[in-house]
């Protein structure tokens, strides 16, 4: 007989069902041992008939739970192939939708390394506070250069070394002066890659929740 339901309700039946066929698993025993001239087994102290049925029927349970499990997820795979959501990014089938999610979200298969988009922030994150530290360190060190330079010149007796700085010091710091290289405006550019994530996994969790609570599948 078929039965109609939800994708959440499939969704959710299929989990309770990962925990009750490995409790039936572990809870069943398939052998045990008995006396040759006896007729009760050892450890179930049921009889040989008794024990028979006791172990088909646990077998046969099993069986059936574990057909039940992939009658469900054959169903929902197949249903996920053909349902579409929409997105500000673009159109998706509702299992591209949950590949790309997960990806996104650093799904164990891949230990965190095929989300690339925040392997890709931090990278150019870490690129970007070394070269700023660089920048500061060297351009300090600059200027404590040009003060040597002045006192140098002027004499260490000079009171007001800055009044009217000599040319040639503030041509050596004006060459010598560190700055960024920063071809892709790297702030910018980490803001909008940070935000067009955000954005499209929240619209990729919403909308997967919204067609699996939507979408019936029959088994």
């Known amino acids: 007989m078929e039965t109609k339901m939800l994708v959440t309700q499939a969704l959710d039946e299929r989990d309770l069902l990962v925990k009750k066929i490995n409790d039936k698993i572990n809870a069943a025993t398939f052998t045990d041992i008995v006396k040759h001239n006896e007729d009760t087994v050892y450890e179930r102290r049921l009889t040989r008939e008794e024990y028979k ?9 099993i069986c059936d739970l574990i057909t039940r499990y992939n009658m469900l997820e054959v169903a929902i795979v197949q249903s996920n192939a ?3 959501i929409e997105t500000s990014y673009g159109k998706f089938s509702v299992a591209g939708a949950i590949s790309l999610r997960n990806r996104m979200r650093g799904d164990a298969k ?16 870490s690129n970007y506070d ?7 360190r060297k351009n300090q060190a600059l200027a404590q250069t040009a003060e040597d330079m002045r006192l140098s010149i ?8 800055d009044d009217k700085p000599l040319e040639v010091v503030e041509t050596y710091i004006k060459e010598n002066t560190m700055e960024l290289a920063d071809p892709l405006d790297i702030v910018v550019k980490m803001a909008s890659l940070q935000e067009k994530k955000d954005k499209l996994l929240s619209e990729l969790e919403t909308q997967i929740k919204v067609s699996n609570a939507t979408t019936f599948i029959t088994i």
């Open 53 to 61: 049925k006791e172990v088909e029927s646990a077998y046969q349970q």
């Open 82 to 84: 053909t349902t579409f």
């Open 110 to 125: 891949f230990d965190g390394k095929a989300d690339f988009e925040t392997n890709l922030f931090y990278r150019m994150k």
């Open 130 to 136: 070394a070269c700023i530290n660089a920048i500061e």
């Open 154 to 161: 002027l004499g260490r007796d000079v009171k007001v070394k």
